[in-house]
């Protein structure tokens, strides 16, 4: 597969880290992301477990509220389409369809908002083999830089730093994959219940 | 349930808080029989450590009886262990090589940021440390609950009393990982900076590997007699000068291998972080940098450095080109707890280590206050206070 997703003609590092986002994000969209929006997020993070066991997880996108912090649930329309319910500020909520716009077993999941998104944005997660180390998961969002209440409402989605945000829900996944739990410090259910509010 | 709660500096107090509960799988609650005071819950105590909120609960050496498991625990009800201090998931790619305190998934996903922002990656969950490691409740309390119970506590057989066991839960692992990463070879000679817990651990165990002399430095007197009731020879750094003692003692070589336990009251990932913001305030910053400095500058050519002490930020004046230029090896970390505990305990069965000397005082839980206070006062009479919840209050 030709990785669209590294700057080739500059270096070899991901176009997440590119100084310049601006092109970055114009040579990540030329790629495979169907582009909505103009602001970039990427991370990677490698889990111990198979490949297709961490797809076949992603591709039911009912399972993602588990790890995905601010998404209260997302409802599967059809084999393509899914419906997102995610929290906005003051305890209102944004929503939006989601169309899978290129889906290779094992490998890899592209997905973009439908029109009259409340945020466009769009999406891919790639699967990668990683050896005795097990798969190295690259999850990268592109989505529309808001303004005034959507501004505050994007803040929520992906709190103050949106690589950050990305990274914990990865991180989150990881843990759900690898140890059958998400790790939590709380002592008590209501304490629990509060901190996942 | 009672609990050893913080509230500000030098303010600790036993306070009613909610029992804990099973809240994943792997869980399991433990009803505490003995928890110690670790020196580094004196830099809680002593308010350097950011990120505590008032009714956190301490305790990081700690043991006790299983009461309540999650579905995918291995423990049983009625089973007496110790629990590690470090949080380790023993699925991710660093416990599987044994690497438990770099482990991957022991703190919560919000709490690694910080981890990753200083160290560009985070470490294991650490028990009742602030939340910087995580925000777990500690074990100075009557229950805690202990996540991956399958892989970190260690079962303990029936009639082994708890002061023996007790310290594989943190400063017995850390003390002999310390003489591990000194790789002894047998006739040499070991010099120990810092004859606390971990020193004298270290000390034990280098002479287990097969050191040959041990050098013990400190400058508490009674923390001198223990070392030297282990067969150390010491040096009171406020008499002596230390580096030239070290290089007359050993022929003008210097000691084969290094250990720096200076630090060993600070087994937080970020004690040293915060005390370089303050070091200009404080002796202790300045301090355990010169231990280090020393350190390398008295080991001989070729020879170890092996550093448990901990640090957490940028250090001034550190000796590279010594430790370049003499050609010395430098091994340091977290202690990998769960990865000694079971040969430690056959250690202590066999009794080729001995553990209960170190325990000065022991107080039933409502008076850990003034185990802290004095503590706190005086280190060098108080070595170690352990806590016991089920003990009757004395009628001091």
Known sequence: ?197 | MRALTWHGKHDVRVDTVDDPEILNPRDAIIKITSTAICGSDLHLYDGFIPTMMAGDILGHEFMGEVVEVGAGSTLKKGQRVVVPFTISCGSCYHCGKHQYSACENGLPADNQDIGQEMYGQPMAGLFGYSHLTGGYAGGQAEYVRVPFSDVGPIVIPDGVEDDKVLFLSDILPTGWMAAENADIEPGDTVAVWGCGPVGLFAVQSAFLMGAERVIAIDHFPRRLELARRFGAETINFEETDTAAALFEMTGGIGPDAVIDSVGLEAHGFFVDNVLDQIKKSTFLGTDRIHSIRQAILACRKGGRVSMPAVYGGFVDKFPLGALMEKGLTLKTGQTHVQHYMPALLNAIMEEKIDTTFLISHTLPLEQAPQGYKMFHDNQNEVTKVVLKPGMALAAE
Do not use: C
Not at chain 1, 78 to 89: F, T
Not at chain 1, 165 to 172: F, I
């Open chain 1, 1 to 197: 597969m030709a990785d669209t997703m590294n700057r080739a003609s500059h270096d070899d590092a991901p176009l997440s880290t590119a100084n310049n986002e601006r092109e970055a994000i114009d040579e990540a969209t030329d790629g495979l992301i169907v582009q909505r929006g103009d602001k970039l997020v990427a991370r990677a993070v490698t889990i111990n477990r198979p490949r297709d066991e961490l797809y076949a997880f992603w591709r039911d996108f009912s399972n993602l509220p588990s790890v995905l912090d601010n998404v209260v649930r997302i409802d599967v329309l059809d084999r393509e389409r899914s419906h997102w319910v995610v929290k906005s500020p003051g305890g209102g909520i944004v929503e939006w369809e989601s169309r899978i716009t290129e889906d290779r077993e094992g490998e890899l999941i592209a997905w973009a908002s439908e029109e009259g998104a409340d945020i466009p944005n769009s999406g891919r997660i790639e699967f990668r083999d990683a050896g005795s180390r097990g798969t190295v998961v690259v999850a990268t969002i592109n989505y529309d830089q808001p303004f005034g209440t959507l501004g505050r409402v994007i803040s929520r989605i992906f709190q103050r730093e949106p690589k950050m945000q990305a990274q914990r829900d990865l991180r989150r996944f990881k843990q759900l994959m690898e140890t059958g739990e998400v790790a939590t410090s709380s002592r008590t259910h209501k304490q629990l219940e509060e901190e996942r509010s």
